[in-house]
Nanobody, 128 residues
Framework: QVQLMESGGGSVQAGGSLRLSCVGT????????MAWFRQAPGKEREEVAT???????NYTDAVKGRFTVSKDNAKHTLYLQMNNLKPEDTAIYYC??????????????????????RGQGTQVSVSP
């Protein structure tokens, strides 16, 4: 079992920055794929940024150029650097992890949207 715990959330004004961290009890093949999701009140959960152990990253259009996801396997930590924050970034942010799945087409492990492990979340609030 992998347990994940987020930190670094808080309240900032628009244009400010925050760095979220997600520490795991272990980082191994079970955490090959990791991601940050967010959920705002009354809205569906949204995948914000993904990263795998091959270094591939992906971002939702709303955060491209402002957010950066990174991972330090030695420290068992996933990060999300958030710059130029906007009020619409207000949400609870969750980190998730999964082993991914082997793709015969791609001939490598690929990530999908169904993550097995999830943290409790950290609140990010951005005021105008």
């Amino acid at each position: 079992q992998v347990q994940l715990m987020e930190s670094g959330g808080g309240s900032v004004q628009a244009g400010g920055s925050l760095r979220l961290s997600c520490v795991g009890t272990e980082f191994n093949y079970l955490t090959f794929c990791m991601a940050w999701f967010r959920q705002a009140p009354g809205k569906e959960r949204e995948e914000v940024a993904t990263i795998d152990d091959d270094g591939r990253t992906n971002y939702t259009d709303a955060v491209k150029g402002r957010f950066t996801v990174s991972k330090d396997n030695a420290k068992h930590t996933l990060y999300l650097q958030m710059n130029n924050l906007k009020p619409e970034d207000t949400a609870i942010y969750y980190c998730v992890a999964d082993r991914g799945m082997w793709s015969e087409v791609a001939r490598r492990t690929v990530c999908h949207s169904n993550y097995h492990y999830r943290g409790q979340g950290t609140q990010v609030s951005v005021s105008p």
